[in-house]
């Protein structure tokens, strides 16, 4: 990685400026994020870490436009997200971003291929074309041979392989992960990781990623640390702040 | 996501959950073909009545003692009739075909080393003519033989069968009680009353033999009437009324005590009752259709944890909230179309086996057909549509943390 200032200009391919997120009303309102700014780059790798309940979580769900901020401004690649319908939210992450998440999230009763074709559904691909995509990711993933394997039948590092899969299956922008290794045993969790270096790496997807784990986040090329709904710290990993 | 692809999403969204959309499907079968099945059953019981109407000949007047006010209201202590009052009333009203006193009695008779339980009628000439019996083999006994009382006896068709084999039965002898007789006829089949007995489970003999050898007295039971085509039931059944009132010696400020029954009305009343049946086993029906709708509804409702978390999955990679909800929609039409259709078709099966058990005519009638689908494909869709649209309503990452 650049050794570059996190602090990017005009060129960010995310832009958060003072956002907040307050839930619950009056006297049981609870604000986990209390002004955040941050700007991404495309081609980072950004690991968000923090104690449980400083907010990484919450911003992840809002970089992801799966939540929407109470105050602040959220910009995609210029675009105003915070003004985005719902339908106009789903097809941001349709497009641009892919998920990775703790619980891998996969269909049950279902095919790692069909896992994997699903976004591409709704994208409006051919059958064809579905299922040369989905074949494609799994084996970028190395899971070729079990495409066709329940997600039951296979390991929690290869369903999340193949979380992995489907998320990078419509060539996104941003690919985000929440706590990916967080069900993995340590082995798996770093083959999880090597793998999201070299999509970083090799597809230049920009990945962000919340880890509570130290040594899963020195996988990173920068390092965004939360504590009680703000950014404590922001350093290119391996510096100190 | 255009037509196809939303059908073959949701075609492998069922097959994914077989055991849900066989449960789904189960519902609705059950439901759509119990109703149906009652209902068209009971149609035909209804029609099944009318026509006993038909068979019955539209001019059959029934002579009873005591007042029938209602189903189960007795004739006791009303006196009977005699022999005498058909001849009087044969002589002196005009316009009748026929006239037949009757007396029955259930006994036991037996030929050779077989026995039945049956009802012996002593009637007259007359009883074969206003019954609308008809003659398969053999003949009827003549007035002579009635006035002498000779032990003769015509058959029914199912006494033919429980005490005969193949062989004509005609001119073989029978044993009733202490007497034989010889049997010189049998009744072609008339098949079920509308009241469900078996008509043909009979024997009949000449009025006088069956008052000296079986009853010993010389009461009439009740007095068949058969009236011409255009005469007038209610004058036929004053003038009877009268006739009768003036046997009996009744003062003018007694009542009745004998009863003109038009049997057209007891048949109209009897299909009076059948309909209530139908009417109640279709609300029996009904209820087993709801049934079928409650279980729909929990499977759906049990299953919509996993679905939420579907619904989240779904939203999160990008669908919108009217593709999810279009893709559970044509799952929940495609599940209740289908079992709406297997209900129907599983009811004309069962109609059709039941029908020719029940010796029912059967009839189709569309209307049941379609309000049994409309309302369990309603239960199918409203289920299967409203717990997703909830859910497809959550934000995303709400939709994926459902416990």
Not at chain 2, 14 to 34: D, H
Not at chain 2, 42 to 60: E, W, Y
Request: net charge neutral; glycine share 10%; aromatic share 6%.
């Amino acid at each position: 990685m650049k050794a570059e200032s996190p602090h990017a200009g005009t060129d960010a391919l995310i832009t958060l400026a003072g956002i907040t997120k307050t839930y619950g009303h009056g006297q049981a309102a609870f604000q986990a994020l209390s002004g955040i700014d941050l700007a991404i780059r495309q081609g980072e790798f950004v690991a968000i870490m923090g104690p449980s309940g400083s907010g990484k979580s919450t911003a992840m769900n809002i970089l992801g436009c799966l939540d929407t901020p109470t105050s602040g401004a959220y910009l995609f690649e210029g675009v105003h997200v915070e003004h985005l319908s719902r339908d106009q939210r789903a097809l941001l992450r349709r497009h641009y971003l892919g998920f990775v998440f703790q619980g891998f999230n996969l269909l049950a009763r279902t095919t790692a291929q069909e896992n994997v074709e699903l976004p591409l559904l709704y994208r409006g691909e051919t059958a064809q074309a579905r299922h040369e995509l989905a074949l494609g990711a799994l084996r970028s993933v190395g899971l070729e041979e079990w495409a066709y394997h329940t997600s039951s039948e296979l390991s929690g590092g290869q369903q999340q392989r193949v979380a992995i899969a489907r998320a990078i299956v419509t060539n996104p922008k941003v690919l985000l992960a929440d706590e990916p290794t967080g069900n993995l045993d340590s082995k798996r969790g770093h083959e999880i990781m090597e793998l999201l270096v070299n999509m970083n790496r090799e597809h230049g997807i920009t990945i962000l990623m919340v880890t509570h784990e130290p040594d899963i986040a020195a996988y990173a090329g920068r390092i965004v640390h939360f504590v009680d709904g703000k950014i404590a710290r922001d350093a290119v990993n391996g510096e100190t702040a | 996501m255009m037509g196809w692809t939303t059908l073959l999403l949701a075609l492998r969204e069922i097959r994914r959950n077989l055991m849900r959309s066989f449960l789904t499907v189960l519902g609705i079968v059950i439901g759509v073909a119990a109703v149906v099945t009652m209902v068209t059953l009971g149609n035909g019981a209804t029609q099944a009545v009318s026509d006993q109407i038909t068979s019955l000949g539209s001019n059959l007047l029934l002579l009873r003692p005591g007042q029938r006010l209602g189903p189960g209201s007795s004739s006791l202590g009303a006196p009977s009739f005699r022999a005498a009052d058909a001849e009087a009333i044969k002589s002196q009203i005009g316009s009748l075909t026929a006239v037949a006193p009757a007396v029955s009695r259930t006994t036991l008779v037996v030929v050779g080393s077989k026995n039945w339980a049956t009802s012996v009628t002593g009637s007259t000439e007359d009883y074969f003519s206003a019954g609308n019996w008809k003659l398969a083999e053999g003949r009827i006994f003549s007035p002579t033989e009635e006035r002498a009382g000779k032990a003769v006896c015509i058959i029914g068709a199912t006494v033919r069968r429980e005490l005969f084999t193949e062989h004509s039965p005609v001119g073989d002898m029978m044993r009733i009680r202490q007497f034989s007789c010889e049997v010189i006829g049998v009744l072609a089949a008339k098949g079920q009353s509308a009241m469900g007995r078996d008509q043909d489970d009979t024997v009949v003999m000449p009025l006088r033999t069956v008052q000296r050898r079986l009853t010993g007295r010389l009461d009439v039971t009740n007095i068949l009437i058969s009236m011409m085509d255009d005469a007038s039931t209610t004058q036929v059944i004053n003038q009877v009324t009268a006739l009768m009132r003036e046997q009996r010696k009744l003062a003018d400020n007694e009542d009745d005590n004998f009863s003109v029954q038009d049997t057209k009305e007891i048949a109209k009343a009897l299909s009076g009752t059948i309909g209530t049946m139908t009417a109640l086993l279709g609300a029996v029906a009904a209820v087993s259709l709801l049934v079928g709708g409650i279980g729909i509804m929990n499977i759906m409702l049990v299953s919509v944890t996993e679905r939420t978390r579907e619904i989240g999955i779904r939203l999160a990679i990008g669908a919108q909230e009217k593709e999810v909800l279009l893709q559970f929609l044509t799952e929940a039409v495609v599940l209740s179309a289908f079992g709406g259709l297997v209900g129907l078709l599983l009811a004309a099966v069962a109609c059709y086996f039941l029908a020719s058990l029940l010796a029912l005519p059967l009839i189709f009638s569309p209307g049941i057909n379609l309000l049994a689908f409309g309302f369990s494909a309603a239960i199918g869709v409203i289920f299967g549509y409203v717990p997703a649209r909830r859910a497809a309503q959550l934000d995303p990452i709400e939709a994926l943390r459902h416990e």
